[in-house]
């Protein structure tokens, strides 16, 4: 199986295992005021997957892997896990936590009450919420998000991860003296 496929396999999986921990754990449910921070730090599963998808096709690559193979080999990565997890938050939110809306604008019209919020503002943040509960809003909103992500992870790790060419084994490289 070629790198970019397994490791983009291997995100998808891992981001809807993170999902349902979050879930069982009741993050989605009735710990919104965790969310926020957790959903941030999911990042770190992109930059381990895209890492070692790069770590992997470097190794296997059979030349010098540089700074495009790098980073083609981090977008392709996540383009090919979003559909995975694109339909399994389809299905997170329509089946396994189907209120998941109803909360959130629930928690966030609570939070901007407690702020003060004018009518006005509250009822355009629960439009705008409620907005984002349509498949085709979710999908656009997870395809951006992916590929945004992608090029900003790839574009770092790739500089980190390329490799310019290797040195010949058994040459013996001139150094200078320190003086």
Same mark, same amino acid.
């Given at each position: ?110 939070? =901007?009450?407690?702020?003060?919020? &004018?009518?006005?503002? @509250? *009822?355009? $943040?629960?439009?705008?919420? %409620? #907005?984002?509960?349509? /498949? ?12 945004? =992500?992608?090029?900003?992870?790839? &574009?770092?790790?790739? @500089? *980190?991860? $390329?490799?310019?060419?290797? %040195? #010949?084994?058994?040459? /013996? ?7």
């Amino acid at each position: 199986m070629k790198s970019e496929l397994r490791w983009g396999l291997i995100l998808a999986t891992a981001l809807s295992l993170w999902t349902l921990l979050l879930h069982a754990t009741g993050v989605y449910t009735t710990r919104l005021e965790l969310a926020g921070t957790l959903d941030t730090a999911v990042v770190i599963l992109p930059v381990i997957a895209i890492s070692c998808a790069m770590i992997e096709r470097r190794r296997n690559y059979g030349k010098p892997f540089g700074y495009v193979d790098a980073f083609r080999t981090g977008m392709e990565s996540m383009i090919l896990s979003w559909p995975f997890s694109a339909a399994f938050m389809l299905l997170y939110h329509k089946l396994i936590n189907p209120v998941w809306l109803d909360r959130l604008v629930a928690y966030e019209m609570e939070q =901007l009450r407690a702020q003060g919020a &004018a009518s006005s503002v @509250l *009822l355009a $943040r629960e439009t705008a919420l %409620r #907005a984002r509960a349509s /498949v085709r809003a979710e999908l656009t909103s997870s395809l951006i998000g992916t590929v945004v =992500l992608a090029i900003v992870l790839s &574009a770092v790790l790739a @500089l *980190l991860l $390329r490799r310019r060419s290797e %040195r #010949a084994p058994g040459v /013996v490289h001139e150094t200078r003296p320190k003086s």
